[in-house]
C-alpha cells in the first residue's frame, strides 16, 4: 500500500513520541517517569475521588489559525463536532469511569462559549440539569477562565475546592492524564499536564539571528487540564488585576504569587488542534484508539 508523503507525516507524528521518549529517558539530565502511554494498564490504580474537582471548559475561541468558515471547536473531528470529545469526556465517560471504581465524579461542568453558539447547546445544559452550565467569553483567556471560575464557585456553593480548566482544543487527553493531574493538585495545590519538549529551542532577539540554544532539558510543553485549587485561583486573579500582570496560562497565575506547581507527565498524543494538520493528526491518533465518539447533541 502506497501513502502520501502528508500521510506518513502524520504517522510519524502519532508514533514517533513513544520512541522518542526512551531517548529522553537515556539522558542522564532526565530523572522522569514513564509517560502514561507506556506506564498505565488496565491494574493501575489511577481513580481518584473528584467530588470537590469542578471542569472549565474553554470553547469561545475564534480558532483564526483554521482557515476554516467557523471556530476550531465546531468542526467535525471523526464525525463529531470536537467540542463533543470533551463534553463526552468529562460528562459521560470520566464520572462512569470513577462510579465504577467506587469514586465521586465532578459535580459541576461550566461550559464557557459565546452566546453566538449557546442556543444550539442549550438542549445539553438541559439535559445535565444542575450539572453543566454556561459562561460567557472574556476578551482574552484570562477573562474566560475567571468568568468560568466564577461560575463554578456560583453552582458549587462552596463544594468544589478545585478548578481543572480544560481547552476544547484538545480532544485527545485521557481519563487517566486527567485522574493524574487532579491527584497532583490535590498533593501540592496546583499542577499541570506537560511533555518534556523534544525539539530543540533557539532563542531571538530580532526574529532574525539566533541569541542562544535554550537547554532542552529544562524545557516543558503544557497541556490542559490545569489544576489549581479554587481559592489560590481567587488569589491569584486579585493580584493580577492590581499589578497588571500579564498571565499565558492558568498555573502562570499561580507562578505570579510564588506557589509551586506540579508537573504532571502526560501524554505526546494530547495536543492542541491549531492548524488544520493538526486535524489530521487527530483523527489517525483516534482511529488508533478505535475510538467512537458520541453526538452529544443527537
Known amino acids: ?5 502528508r500521510a506518513i507525516t502524520i504517522l510519524f507524528l502519532v508514533f514517533l513520541p513513544r520512541f522518542a521518549f526512551s531517548f529522553l529517558q537515556a539522558d542522564h539530565r532526565l ?24 471542569f472549565v471548559l474553554l470553547a469561545g475561541g475564534k480558532g483564526s489559525r483554521m482557515k476554516a468558515s467557523m471556530p476550531k471547536q ?4 471523526r464525525g463529531v463536532p470536537v467540542l463533543h470529545h470533551s463534553l463526552e469526556l ?22 464557557v462559549m ?17 450539572q453543566l452550565a454556561f459562561a460567557n467569553p472574556g476578551v482574552e483567556r484570562q477573562g474566560s477562565v475567571e468568568n ?14 478545585y478548578a481543572a480548566i480544560h481547552d476544547s482544543a484538545r480532544p485527545l487527553v485521557t481519563i487517566q492524564e486527567v485522574c493524574h493531574v487532579v491527584r497532583d493538585a490535590k498533593e501540592y495545590g496546583a499542577a499541570v499536564l506537560g511533555v518534556p519538549c523534544k525539539a530543540t529551542i533557539k532563542e531571538s532577539e530580532d526574529g532574525s539571528t539566533v541569541l542562544r540554544t535554550i ?8 497541556h490542559t487540564p490545569q489544576v489549581v485549587r479554587i481559592e489560590t485561583l481567587q488569589r491569584g486573579f486579585a493580584k493580577v488585576e492590581a499589578e497588571n500582570l500579564e498571565v499565558t496560562d492558568d498555573v502562570s497565575i499561580v507562578e505570579a504569587l510564588g506557589e509551586p506547581v506540579k508537573l504532571t507527565l502526560g501524554e505526546y498524543t494530547n495536543l492542541k488542534i491549531t492548524t488544520p494538520e493538526d486535524m489530521d493528526v487527530a483523527e489517525a491518533i483516534l482511529q488508533e484508539r478505535k475510538s467512537a465518539p458520541v453526538n452529544m447533541l443527537a
Open 1 to 5: 500500500m502506497m501513502y502520501s508523503c
Open 31 to 54: 530523572l522522569l517517569p514513564r509517560p502514561s502511554f507506556l506506564a498505565l494498564s488496565d491494574g493501575d490504580d489511577y481513580a481518584i475521588d473528584m467530588g470537590d474537582t469542578g
Open 74 to 77: 465546531f468542526l467535525e473531528l
Open 90 to 111: 468529562f460528562l459521560e465517560r470520566l464520572p462512569s469511569f470513577l462510579k465504577k471504581e467506587g469514586k465521586a465524579p465532578p459535580p459541576f461542568v461550566v461550559l
Open 114 to 130: 459565546d452566546p453566538t453558539y449557546q442556543p444550539e447547546y442549550q438542549p445539553i445544559v438541559d439535559r445535565y440539569k444542575n
Open 148 to 161: 468560568g471560575l466564577s461560575k463554578l464557585v456560583e453552582l458549587s456553593g462552596g463544594e468544589c475546592q
Open 215 to 222: 537547554p532542552r532539558a529544562r524545557l516543558w510543553e503544557v
